[in-house]
Each structure stands twice: as C-alpha cells, then as structure tokens.
C-alpha cells in the first residue's frame, strides 16, 4: 500500500517512493554528501526543495465548487484499461507518472504546481448533506449551523481596509457559504454573472431623494438614541450595517466584480462562460482584500450519459481553472491563496443501467493549489479495481484542518456559539505531508 508520495504511476499502481521523506531532510543529506549516493527520485525531490516555497500562510481562499459532485474517474484520477474505466483514457501531465483524464489538457500542465489529494473520503452520500460536510469540516447537526470555511476565515483573520464584502458566492449553488453560528454577517455575498452587474449596490431613486430618505433615517436613530435604547444597536447591528453598506454603494472596489474592462485576451483564456468570467472576478477580488471567494460549476450530477456530462463540464472547467492558477501566479498571489478544486463527492466506479455514475463519497479527489501547499505532490491512491479501499485515506475534517492551518488559524480553537456551547473550528488533524514546510 502507498504512503505519501510525489510520483504515482496510475497504469502500475506503484509508489516511486515506499516511505515519505521530508524535503528538508533530502536537502540537507545532499548538502552534507553531495547527490550521488541518492536515487535518481530522491536526487530529484531534494533539488526540488531548493525552489520550493517557504510555507508562509496564506491570506485568502478561491473556492472551485464543482456542484453535483464530479467523476473523479473522468477528471483527476482516471484508471486507463481497468474494468472501471469503461473507456474512459488519461493524458500524462507536468508531473511524471501523474495523469489526468482527457479534456483536462491545460490543467494538466499545471499538475506540478498542485496538490492533489486522491483519497477523500466521507459518510454523506446525500447531496445537500454532503455539500454542508464538504463545505464546513461538519456533518449537519440538527442543534446548530456550523459555518463554512470561507466565514471561519472571515471571522479569524479580519483586515482594514476592505470596502466590500469579504465573503463571496458566485454563481448560484446549493449551500452557498453559511456564517452559521458566527452569525449571518459572515453569510456570503451572492452574486450571478460577473459582467458589471452586481445586485443591490445602485439606488433604486434619485440622488436627492436617496438623500433625504438617509436624512430621515438619521432621525429614527436619534430618536432611539434619546429614548436610551441605543443598546439595541449591539444587538441589531443596524446602523453599522447600514454604514458599511453605503460605503460599498460608493466603493472604487465594487470594479473587482466586473471583469468587462479586463484586456480581451485575459478573459478569453478563461473561456467565455459566466463561470470562466467568475473565476477572473476571484483573482480580481482577492487582491483587494476578499478572504474568501466561491465559484460554482454546477451540473456533474450525471446519474445519465456519465462520460458525456462529464466531457461537457470539462469544456468549461479546463479552460477557467487553468487560466486561474496561471493568473494567480502572474499576478504574485499565487503564495497568498489557496485555491481548492472540487464537489460533495465522487462518482461510483462502476456504471448504472443508463451509463451514469452514482454517488461515491469512499475515495474522491479534491485539488489544493497556492499558498503553503506543496507543489506537484499527490497523497493517496483509489483502486483500480474499484472498491471501497483507499491508500492514505483523508476525511473531510482532515482537509479542513490542514486548510486552516494553511491560513494560519488554530483548527483545535474553541468557539461559543450564541447560546454558550463550545464548539472546535474542526475535528480534524492537519495532514503535515501536503505543506511545503
């Protein structure tokens, strides 16, 4: 059975490396002995260490929602010639011995600047159940709403400056980030189609009555003022909400959502769909302060025609996610996000009677790109025969623990919900294999 490992060789089933060994080490035996006494994998491992990145935290998170819950056998762990594989072949990518499923052709020359953890696993196989799991490092509790990763972020690492909203969702998904018991203030901000069109920052009437209608409401909040009912504001919230809404109304960061004055030939690497759009807005809204942001692909739920439905998202996603990482990179924000790649689950290894996939949440894929995650690593392996086994098997609180960690944020700290009940931001343990350092 693999443990951690760089090389994976998909048509073998064979690890490069039986054990894990830390770049550090490598590094400095090679320092200390010089190269040749090493394998040629070790030689290279250790040469990769000298350009690997620091490990710094990172700042902000692009979350790549593919709703539905992709193929992780037509997207980024095909098994070519296996009895699962119902023809469904592999292209070889940046990382040799690593593959992609075809159609995934300019993501795959990016492999060695991802991470790519192919063996998920879960206990939700319900939809709306395994989106909440996926998205908060919780199964649904009946007693209370955990917040998502993106409110986490928000909550925990908070930042001046920023103008506009800090959690975003675009595109309409199923769960889309939930403050939970941090409060609805975390909630995310929802917007469609990143083309100027932002819902609910233009007043809706002249700028004279718009002003006279704020004088008015200056009144009301005087007048609680003078009643000594102020203290209600530390509840409600409402005029600091009403304050910061006015100036995001007026804000010159409301120009990170339109994507419209972008030169034409970025917006065409990111295909010209609203997801592609919705992925170039992400790159624009981190780099003024956003923490968090959600793109949603939905339509992967192909229970019908699996290998078709499968193709038809890859068109769009290929493109998107390829130009994402590379304008990420670009732009210097690759090191300062975290770009996360994936759905509620998998998709069973074998077809049903209509050459659909059922859902599958035994061993799925999710990709983990940017900031203090190691380049060009996969961590785990499904089998190739299609059971329920999985080598190096990370659970959902896993992942989310290590992404917190990632950002810098204590995973074990407790938090009291409204009503005094102790509450860990995950139960997971930080996975120190995917970290650079």
């Known amino acids: 059975m693999c443990n951690h490992h760089h090389d994976h060789d998909d048509r073998h089933g064979a690890c490069h490396s039986a054990d894990h060994v830390s770049r550090r080490t490598l590094l400095r035996a090679a320092g200390l002995s010089g190269l040749a006494w090493m394998t040629p994998v070790a030689q290279l491992l250790a040469l990769d260490a000298e350009t690997s990145k620091t490990g710094r935290p990172a700042k902000s998170i692009i979350l790549v929602w593919l709703g539905g819950g992709p193929s992780q056998l037509e997207t980024f762990d095909p098994k070519p010639n296996s009895?699962?594989?119902?023809?469904?072949?592999?292209?070889?990518?940046?990382?040799?011995?690593?593959?992609?499923?075809?159609?995934?052709?300019?993501?795959?020359?990016?492999?060695?600047?991802?991470?790519?953890?192919?063996?998920?696993?879960?206990?939700?196989?319900?939809?709306?159940?395994?989106?909440?799991?996926?998205?908060?490092?919780?199964?649904?509790?009946?007693?209370?709403?955990?917040?998502?990763?993106?409110?986490?972020?928000?909550?925990?690492?908070?930042?001046?400056?920023?103008?506009?909203?800090?959690?975003?969702?675009?595109?309409?998904?199923?769960?889309?980030?939930?403050?939970?018991?941090?409060?609805?203030?975390?909630?995310?901000?929802?917007?469609?189609?990143?083309?100027?069109?932002?819902?609910?920052?233009?007043?809706?009437v002249p700028d004279d009555r718009e002003k006279q209608r704020l004088a008015d409401l200056d009144v009301v909040n005087g007048a609680f003022a003078n009643r000594r009912i102020a203290k209600l504001e530390d509840k409600t919230l409402h005029k600091t909400q009403i304050d910061a809404a006015l100036k995001m109304m007026t804000s010159e960061q409301l120009k990170a959502f339109d994507v419209t004055n972008e030169p034409a030939d970025e917006l065409a690497a990111f295909g010209d769909t609203p997801f592609g759009r919705g992925c170039l807005a992400a790159v624009r809204l981190v780099s003024v302060g956003v923490r968090c942001v959600e793109v949603t692909l939905d339509g992967w739920d192909t229970h019908i025609e699996n290998h078709a439905g499968q193709a038809k998202q890859l068109k769009t996603l290929d493109p998107a996610l390829s130009a994402l990482i590379r304008t990420l990179k670009k732009r210097n924000l690759y090191d300062d996000t975290v770009v996360i790649i994936g759905g509620e689950f998998g998709r069973t290894p074998k077809l049903n009677g209509a050459d659909g996939r059922d859902h599958w949440p035994h061993g799925f894929t999710i990709g983990l790109a940017g900031g203090p995650f190691r380049r060009g690593y996969v961590h785990g392996e499904t089998d190739p025969q299609g059971s329920e086994k999985v080598a190096d098997p990370m659970t959902i609180p896993d992942i989310h623990a290590t992404l917190m960690h990632a950002l810098d944020i204590d995973p074990g700290k407790l938090i009291y919900t409204p009503v005094g009940r102790p509450m860990e931001l995950s139960k997971g343990k930080i996975t120190r294999e995917l970290l650079a350092t």
């Open 83 to 204: 009895p699962i594989a119902y023809g469904t072949g592999a292209i070889d990518t940046s990382l040799k011995g690593v593959r992609f499923a075809p159609g995934l052709e300019q993501t795959a020359e990016l492999m060695h600047e991802m991470t790519l953890v192919r063996s998920v696993t879960s206990k939700e196989g319900d939809h709306e159940r395994a989106t909440y799991n996926v998205k908060t490092g919780y199964r649904p509790d009946p007693t209370l709403v955990h917040p998502s990763i993106g409110a986490v972020l928000c909550h925990e690492l908070p930042v001046a400056g920023v103008e506009i909203p800090r959690h975003v969702s675009i595109l309409p998904n199923q769960w889309a980030g939930r403050g939970g018991y941090l409060g609805d203030k975390y909630d995310a901000f929802r917007i469609n189609d990143t083309n100027g069109n932002i819902p609910d920052v233009k007043p809706r």
